[in-house]
């Protein structure tokens, strides 16, 4: 069983960055593929970026692709998203999740473990 914490989200305004963490508990993080997601208020939960377990490969959702960048440290089970150029449509419930899965996962159904949600809200 893992445990995911997410952190870092608020308020911001429009071309300003945010960076969201996610601690994770229970042995072995470096096993699991990560990734993030976002939900806004009535519509889909969306693709947002993913590392995968080992080697460290990673992808980005075509809406944020060259603004947020993801990494892990699994000295410390964590996770990041660096978000930058944040846009007033980025804003959203930001999710982290984790994979058994090998490679980049970018189906939210693939995902076996979810995190509580961090809310990032941008002004314009």
């Known amino acids: 069983q893992v445990q995911l914490v997410e952190s870092g989200g608020g308020l911001v305004q429009a071309g300003g960055s945010l960076r969201l963490s996610c601690a994770a508990s229970?042995?072995?993080?470096?096993?699991?593929?990560m990734g993030w997601f976002r939900q806004a208020p009535g519509k889909e939960r969306e693709f947002v970026a993913t590392?995968?377990?080992?080697?460290?490969?990673?992808a980005t959702g075509d809406s944020v692709k060259g603004r947020f960048t993801i990494s892990r440290d699994n000295t410390k089970n964590t996770v990041y998203l660096q978000m930058n150029s944040l846009k007033p449509e980025d804003t959203a419930v930001y999710y982290c999740?984790?994979?058994?899965?090998?490679?980049?996962?970018?189906?939210?159904?693939?995902?076996?473990?979810w995190g509580q949600g961090t809310q990032v809200t941008v002004s314009s």
């Open positions: 229970g042995p072995t993080f470096s096993a699991y593929g």
């Open positions: 590392i995968s377990r080992n080697v460290g490969s990673t």
């Open positions: 999740a984790a994979t058994f899965a090998y490679g980049t996962v970018t189906r939210k159904e693939r995902y076996n473990y």
